[in-house]
């Protein structure tokens, strides 16, 4: 089964201070690990997706690479309207087509 | 605009009583999902279809029913069945397997049952 593990829970930013989110990843054969933010009380907003490890990803501030076990979302210089909680989610060769599995996400919290 | 509209925003329940809540999207996706999101929890996939009158059991279909008679639409009924409903409900689009397989969500209906 499919198992997603993002840390850390939570994590508090300076505006400006520069940081890394983890998600680590047990799947049989990845077919796409996808990045995604979602803002209080709204649906998740689709940022990334990678499909092999090496492969990077950019917008704006945000950077996301792959490994063959996890994955990380750099955030660099960080703005307060960077606040969000950011999921992880995979779906590999052996899962029904369609289904994702998801992580519980890192609630990243930037101040002024 | 395309996008997915999921209404009401908010809704309210007795308890022991069914509740429909409705997903629409015109993003001509052929693929639709429920999930079910609780806090701390990661997203739960409910049920999910990839064609019209088609569709699978998630990991937590019990006490759920879906219908899928038009492309556009994907409406969730919660039934009494459920023992715990209240939750944030998620409904999700993507294109077929010509895709990777990209998810796009809509705003979400937060359901509370008393």
């Known amino acids: 089964e499919d198992q997603v593990t993002q840390s850390p829970e939570a994590l508090r930013l300076q505006e400006g201070e520069s940081s890394s989110l983890n998600c680590s990843y047990t799947?049989?054969?990845?077919?796409?690990l996808f990045w995604y933010r979602q803002d209080p009380g709204k649906g998740p907003e689709f940022l990334f997706t990678l499909y092999s490890a090496g492969e990077e990803k950019e917008k704006e501030r945000l950077k996301a690479t792959l490994t063959k076990k996890e994955s990380f979302l750099h955030i660099t210089a960080p703005k307060p309207e960077d606040s969000a909680t950011y999921l992880c989610?995979?779906?590999?060769?052996?899962?029904?087509?369609?289904?994702?599995?998801f992580g519980a996400g890192t609630q990243v919290v930037v101040t002024p | 605009d395309g996008g997915i509209t999921q209404s009401p925003k908010y809704l309210f329940r007795k308890e022991g009583q069914n509740v429909t809540l409705s997903c629409e999207q015109n993003?001509?996706?052929?693929?639709m999902y429920w999930y079910r999101q609780d806090p701390g929890q990661g997203l739960r996939l409910i049920y999910y279809s990839q064609i019209v009158n088609d569709f699978q059991k998630g990991d937590i279909a019990e006490g759920y029913s879906v219908s899928r008679e038009k492309k556009e639409s994907f409406p969730l009924t919660v039934t009494s069945a459920q023992k715990n409903p209240t939750a944030f409900y998620l409904c999700?689009?993507?294109?077929?397997?010509?895709?990777?397989?990209?998810?796009?969500f809509g705003p979400g209906t937060r359901l509370t049952v008393t």
């Open positions: 999700a689009s993507s294109k077929e397997r010509t895709s990777r397989n990209e998810q796009y």
């Open positions: 799947v049989s054969g990845l077919r796409g």
């Open positions: 989610a995979v779906t590999g060769f052996a899962d029904s087509w369609g289904k994702l599995q």
């Open positions: 993003l001509n996706h052929d693929a």
